[in-house]
């Protein structure tokens, strides 16, 4: 029987599940293998009491978010977090970043009554153990078709670890740094192909943070090339507010 295989939404702006639907042909590579028996975005049936394979997409932001990533990891025998939301707590994990219980009023104004059970935006991985990842913002379609695949063949994760610049030196990049700008390449996950900088733009981290980086070095190069250590914190919290629960 083709493995059941689920596709969970978290707090999110479900953009990477949106990336699933546009993933076409490469979809269809994967789709005999499987047995896709619920879709949070595509699919108005209710997520079934038995599956395999959990993909699960977003940040935990809520109890009822912690409950179901508790379930998950009991009835799956894999789980896949997918997009910078669920490997790195991504954007979501910004609103940890000061006092997370302020933010509602600001946002809301005085006496809101908020959910209970909310929580400072945390990785999937600060609640449960995870088995596959893939990283970015939004993810690429044929990454998670790779890494899909892998599951369902039962080969390891394969993330890559190292960090980004070697790659934009094969692609004989100019280096933002060289040219005034802070790009985070230098301590962010490889394996986009260098994407933004090769597009014009300097990396802002979408990958998260590699585990091979020398941040400390980092730093001095950075402080080398004149940003300030508030300038750097600011740039790693866009895409790594909560990186001490992944690091
Ligand atoms: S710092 Fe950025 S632009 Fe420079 S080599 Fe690394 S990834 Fe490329
Ligand atoms: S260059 Fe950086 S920000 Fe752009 S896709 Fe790659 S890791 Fe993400």
């Known amino acids: 029987m083709a493995p ?7 707090a999110s702006d479900f953009g990477c599940q949106v990336q699933v639907t546009n993933m076409e042909d490469h979809l269809l590579d994967v789709l005999g293998l499987m047995d896709l028996a619920y879709w949070q975005l595509a699919s108005s049936g209710h997520l079934p009491d038995e599956y395999d394979v959990a993909v699960i997409e977003g940040a935990v932001t809520t109890a009822e978010h912690v409950e179901t990533l508790r379930r998950a990891r009991q009835t799956a025998a894999v789980v896949i977090a997918l997009g910078s939301c669920a ?8 609103a940890g970043t000061a006092d997370f219980d302020s933010r509602y009023g600001v946002v809301y104004g005085d006496g809101v009554q908020v959910a209970p059970g909310r929580q400072s935006p945390m990785p999937i991985s600060s609640v449960i153990s995870v088995d596959y990842h893939v990283p970015g913002c939004p993810i690429d ?3 998670f078709v790779g890494v899909l695949s892998r599951a369902l063949m039962g080969l390891k994760d394969n993330m890559p670890q190292d960090p980004m ?7 004989e990049n100019v280096c933002f740094l060289d040219r005034g700008y802070a790009c985070l390449g230098l301590v962010t996950r490889t394996g986009c192909g260098a994407k933004c900088v090769s597009l014009g733009r300097p990396c802002s ?3 998260g943070i590699s585990p091979e980086a020398n941040i400390a070095a980092a730093r001095t190069v950075y402080a080398d090339k004149g940003f300030s250590p508030l300038e750097l914190d600011r740039l790693f919290d866009l895409y790594n507010a909560a990186r001490e629960a992944v690091l």
């Open 141 to 143: 379609p044929s990454e």
């Open 165 to 171: 610049c070697a790659i934009c030196k094969t692609k």
């Open 205 to 207: 981290g979408c990958r």
């Open 87 to 94: 490997v790195t707590g991504g954007i979501p994990a910004l």
């Open 4 to 10: 059941r295989v689920v596709i969970i939404g978290l």
